[in-house]
């Protein structure tokens, strides 16, 4: 597919591409500003303003934005991540510059309503407790906390009960102000337009956001070392646990073998985790190996819920399926199976414009480059047993893991 790329003169990028063969369009304004660039004073803003951004304009109610693309089939929404935010759209071709209008509408107009706030800390605060009522979850942001511990990427998106609690108008306004400047927004869309017209609409209706420029600053790693963490919790028959460790950025020449060793793991009933704990023992139903990248660091991890009597031995069998693969080279035909997986999964998610549009931003985000899914093909294509082999044996070094369990009641 052709990628198209432009520059407003306010600074705004513009990414799209065209797919003769569908009729509907996904559209969505990034900002590079997420739960990283929060600080110790507003912890949990970028997410609140995700909802926020939702409950009034200068010229539309929260039910006017709602209604807005619903009435013409379509769908918006929004998401907050460690590194970024993002606001998108849904819908049929025609309504491209319908799209463009609401999604500007919410980004630079939004009044940030004080009832409207004191409302939406209740929908947050409720957020917050199924979470904490699910431990699939809670698991994550304890673990996250564990291996960033006293850095921004280990708090929760969400923030806590009190972050959220203290959250003012002019919290909100004064984030915006900082972080969604032109050069840290980005416009993706992929499906049936024109890249000209998307131009058109994107200067008509994002021309008075707020012009100047800032970066995200990265605060400074500290050193990983080997931890156990554990934390009670009284509401589930489980232990749920995560055992990782740091990696390397999106951007690392290893990032594809990476997710390929990953794929070995838990990729598909056939993945090693599966067929070796699950199948073999039957000792966990949920069990997950996970490879995540930002734009400084990155980790690797596994996840497992298990009966309590069960959580050592399936500690130890998961440490055991690691040293596999630094002891051993994947043999030729299941590194075959893997990629035929992985490659699979990079052509079906050409089916949706969503996902082509949510591929674009981020490859632009983290790299600033694009990248043909033919070439990516061709880059796991040449993927070697040894390149696995030796990757397993620089990442798991067991002084430099982190494990940390959510202990069911007693």
């Given amino acids: 597919m052709l990628y198209k790329k432009t520059v407003l003169d306010n600074g705004i990028t513009i990414l799209s591409e065209k797919i003769k063969h569908v009729g509907s369009i996904s559209i969505g304004a990034w900002v590079k500003a997420g739960s990283r660039d929060e600080n110790a004073e507003n912890h949990g803003i970028a997410h609140f303003i995700e909802h926020m951004l939702f409950k009034g304009t200068k010229s539309r109610n929260k039910f006017e934005i709602a209604h807005f693309l619903e009435s013409r089939g379509g769908m918006l929404n929004a998401f907050t991540s460690k590194e970024y935010t993002c606001f998108y759209a849904r819908a049929l071709a025609e309504n491209l510059e319908d799209s463009v209008d609401i999604i500007a509408d919410i980004i630079l107009n939004s009044t940030f309503d004080n009832e409207e706030i004191k409302k939406e800390k209740g929908v947050v605060l409720d957020e917050i407790d199924e979470i904490l009522d699910s431990p699939g979850d809670l698991i994550f942001d304890k673990f996250y906390g564990d291996l960033y511990r006293d ?17 003012t108008a002019e919290h909100c306004r004064d984030f915006i102000k900082n972080q969604f400047t032109p050069n840290r927004i980005v416009i993706t869309a992929s499906g049936y337009l024109e890249h000209d017209e998307l131009i058109k609409y994107a200067e008509k209706y994002f021309r008075d956001v707020r012009l100047g420029e800032s970066e995200q600053v990265f605060t400074k790693l500290p050193e990983i070392n080997k931890t156990l963490n554990i934390y009670q919790h009284n509401s589930t028959n489980q232990d749920h646990y995560c055992i990782g460790t740091r990696t390397f950025p999106f951007k690392h020449k290893d990032r594809l073998t990476l997710l390929t060793l990953n794929s070995i793991l838990s990729a598909g009933m056939s993945s090693r985790l599966f067929q070796n704990i699950r199948e073999k023992y039957g000792i966990s139903y949920s069990l997950q190996s996970y490879a995540d990248f930002f734009q400084d660091i990155g980790d690797f ?7 309590k009597k ?6 130890q069998l998961i440490h055991e399926e690691l040293d596999k693969l630094m002891e051993n080279p994947v043999n030729e035909t299941e590194l075959k199976t893997i990629k035929a997986l992985l490659k699979s999964s990079l052509v079906m ?14 490859l632009f985000i ?16 040449k993927i070697t047993p040894k390149d696995i082999q030796e990757l397993a044996n620089r990442l798991f070094v067991r002084d430099n893991f982190v494990t940390t369990i959510l202990k069911a009641k007693e």
């Fill in 301 to 307: 991890s596994v996840y497992a819920a298990t009966n």
């Fill in 349 to 362: 998610g050409l089916e949706s414009t969503t996902s082509r549009m949510n591929r674009l931003a981020k």
């Fill in 310 to 315: 069960d959580t050592d031995k399936c500690i």
């Fill in 366 to 381: 983290y790299t600033n480059e694009f990248e043909t899914i033919d070439n990516v093909i061709q880059q796991i294509e």
């Fill in 151 to 167: 850095h921004p990427l280990g708090e929760p998106i969400l923030g806590s009960k009190e972050d959220v609690n203290k959250i």
